[in-house]
């Protein structure tokens, strides 16, 4: 097919319009988004932005509905959306000029994560005419409120959280509100930190629109707005399409949010998934009452939470613009935890409710996948991911006697689940943040008062499996420089794993631990390094899922673990030859080798291959002796020993079983599942 030659202006309206014109143009709009992100980066002195990108940036029509979204942090689809379109609700239109900018991280009204990631939202006007917006957020190092880095695990309502911003102009038609720029500076604990955050969100915003006036001048504003409609369409079709590779049908299940940080309960965050006719319809609605803790999450979250699970394992091939969301339906209920409503505290709904219902999202589509007829659909479902973002913070002065809020990124460092094709990745980070990245252990001690002692894989974290699951991370700090401080722990996954797919085993989860009087200080001093917490000469203590306002002197030690993805497939049928690698790479140890998949080396590190075969068949024939229930042999264990006797880690919890089941004739492990008990 020929391509007409492109016009400018209205003509351009006229012509047909080839699917490579609208990828080019599309392309061109992407471009605009990533390049925000980069003028974030290159302008931002934070380590949570240039290092640990933990931001995201879109552009919308003049509507506020999503036409180009850079995949940085994809669960902020919902919530930037809802940023314009609350301005747009609220903001007489003319007062909305260009030139202006406003500021928001409110979750009850702009739909924000939580306080402290704060976005500023631009109107892109050609000439007279408002065709487009844009947005540029962040997580910014504290905006306020009770918690140093306000995050509040404490908090009981919002209001002891932080300063909320409903979408207020922070530039008016080119010129700064002082008013409004005096009053964050007045509410901040690192005020020249987080203003210059903010000055890097404008300075992308108005790189965005630049962008969008050469690329309007290009094609004229008519062809514009009709290349962002028919992509759109483009992209809903091939959505549909892709849903209607699945098999119909109405499925349920449950997932648990664990410690609201008052109260060590798990909150069940049900979902009903209904997959027919080229659409899907997730129901969230059954799911627990919200809390008096800050594990809430806004509806706008929940949105954006459930849609990254399809996005990646679904539509990994597909723009994401608002035709992407089209097909896929969104339900909460306002006043549980997935739709929290004012004033239940939401700190840290995101990263708790947030990606603990993803991860329900992600198991429930691998099982939909897995009975697909597409090999397309098949090999791109997984296993869950931890997806667990284990937040800390330290609170303490410098060497310069300033008191610095320390959050540090390593947190988003989980393991990420298998594939049937494929290990998960380690260190993966959440699912949901695909350009998520560690800090750079250098600039982190730069910037803030604490010294790395060390940062490795955390060994066996990854779930068994044919193939096996992502290790999580461990590391460990020290402060330096500071006379102390306090300290915030939260952990998400630390009691329910992430479970596997096909046979495949749990993942690790994740923890803190803390080494008071561990003298890490005295012994550098004197020339030697610690590798572990066995070389200190103090009780290491367990902290609990969330811990907070514990002090961190001079010498202590505060180590996390953060856990691995959840594995794909009987362990047992995993070559032994690549068990022998991993072990020799210190992916797992030989315990875990020999436990979890039968692999017997000799004392050289060599693969035994006759003990490998006697052990295995061992495995198999104690699988065979199981109780046969409905036809299946089926073994229930507690499942924090039974993951233990893997090599894994996860803290004991009454109720909460392991239920692995076999074919009793071969033994072949079919599924491995977690049951919880609710209390």
């Given amino acids: 097919m020929s391509t007409p030659t492109m016009q400018r202006g209205a003509a351009a309206t006229e012509l047909p319009v080839d699917p490579v014109t609208i990828e080019i143009f599309s392309k061109a709009l992407e471009n605009v988004a990533h ?42 689809i919902g919530t930037a959306r809802q940023a314009v379109k609350h301005i747009l609700a609220t903001v007489p239109r003319e007062q909305i000029r260009p030139g202006d900018l406003f500021i928001c991280n409110d979750p009850f009204t702009t739909g924000n994560a939580h306080q402290v990631d704060v976005g500023v939202v631009r109107p892109i006007f050609y000439g007279d005419e408002l065709i487009a917006w844009c947005w540029a957020e962040a997580h910014v190092n504290d905006f306020g409120g009770f918690a140093p880095g306000s995050m509040a695990p404490m908090a009981t309502e919002t209001y002891g959280e932080a300063l909320r911003l409903p979408g207020v102009k922070i530039v008016d038609q080119g010129r700064p509100v002082d008013d409004i720029w005096r009053i964050i500076e007045t509410n901040i604990r690192v005020p020249s930190v987080v203003m210059n955050d903010i000055r890097c969100f404008i300075a992308a915003c108005n790189r ?28 809903e079709k091939a959505v549909r399409d892709r849903i209607g590779q699945l098999p119909s049908g109405v499925y349920t299940d449950v ?59 679904l539509f990994p091939d597909l723009p994401i613009n608002q035709g992407t969301l089209r097909p896929i339906q969104v339900i909460t209920r306002p006043g549980t935890i997935c739709d929290v409503q004012m004033p239940a505290p939401v700190s840290g709904g995101h990263l708790e409710t947030g990606l603990r219902l993803g991860r329900l999202v992600t198991r429930m589509l691998a ?89 490795r894989l955390y060994q066996n974290s990854g779930g068994p499996g044919r193939f096996r699951g992502g290790n999580g991370l461990e590391l460990a700090w020290t402060p330096w420089y500071t006379p102390g401080g306090q300290q915030h722990v939260m952990t998400p996954c630390w ?103 039968g692999v017997i080396l000799t004392d050289d590190g060599d693969l035994d291959r006759e003990a490998t075969q006697q052990r295995r068949d061992a495995i198999r ?48 492990l079919i599924s491995v599942d977690i049951s919880v008990r609710e209390v």
């Fill in 35 to 76: 390049e925000m992100g980069v003028v974030m980066m290159r302008a931002s002195g934070s380590p949570v932005i240039a290092e640990a990108v933990d931001f995201s940036t879109f552009i919308a029509d003049a509507d506020g509905d999503i036409i180009c979204y850079a995949g940085y942090i994809t669960i902020y």
């Fill in 208 to 235: 965005c629109d630049d962008r969008l006036q050469v690329l309007i001048d290009h094609y004229g504003t008519d062809a514009f707005k009709r290349y962002v409609e028919i992509a759109k369409d483009l992209a």
């Fill in 255 to 313: 997932d648990y949010e664990e410690h609201n940080g008052h109260t060590n309960d798990i909150y069940p965050i049900r979902c009903t998934m209904t997959v027919d006719d080229g659409t899907v319809t997730m129901d969230f609605s059954e799911s627990s009452p919200q809390t008096d803790g800050f594990v809430n999450c806004s509806a706008a979250i929940t949105l954006g939470c459930a849609f990254s699970p399809a996005l990646f394992m």
């Fill in 367 to 455: 099982k939909i996948q897995s009975q697909s007829k597409s090999l397309f659909v098949r090999e791109h479902l997984m296993a869950q991911w931890q997806d667990s973002w284990n937040a800390g913070f330290f609170y303490a002065p410098n060497e310069d006697g300033e008191l610095v809020p320390f959050p540090d990124m390593n947190g988003g460092s989980g393991g990420g689940g298998a594939q049937p094709v494929a290990d998960g990745m380690d260190v993966a980070g959440a699912l949901a943040q695909p350009s998520n990245s560690l800090p750079d252990i250098e600039i982190n001690e730069l910037a803030y008062p604490i010294l790395y002692l060390w940062r």
């Fill in 495 to 597: 009691q329910v794993p992430p479970t596997g797919q096909a046979g495949g085993y749990p993942a690790s989860t994740s923890g803190f631990t803390l080494v008071s009087g561990a003298r890490a200080d005295a012994m550098l001093a004197a020339g030697r390094m610690p590798t572990s917490l066995d070389d200190f000469g103090a009780t290491p203590e367990l902290l609990h899922g969330k811990q907070f306002g514990f002090g961190i002197m001079p010498g202590d030690v505060l180590r996390l673990r953060s856990g691995g993805g959840a594995g794909y497939g009987d362990p047992l049928e995993r070559p032994a030859d690549e068990v022998v690698v991993d072990v020799r790479w210190g992916k797992i140890d030989r315990q875990a080798a020999a436990s979890a998949y």
């Fill in 621 to 668: 024939a104690e699988r065979r002796a199981w109780p046969v229930e409905g036809g299946y042999a089926v073994r229930r264990t507690l499942a924090a020993d039974r993951l233990a006797e893997l090599g894994q880690w996860c803290q004991p919890r009454q109720g909460i079983e392991l239920v692995e089941v076999a074919d009793p004739v071969n033994g072949e």
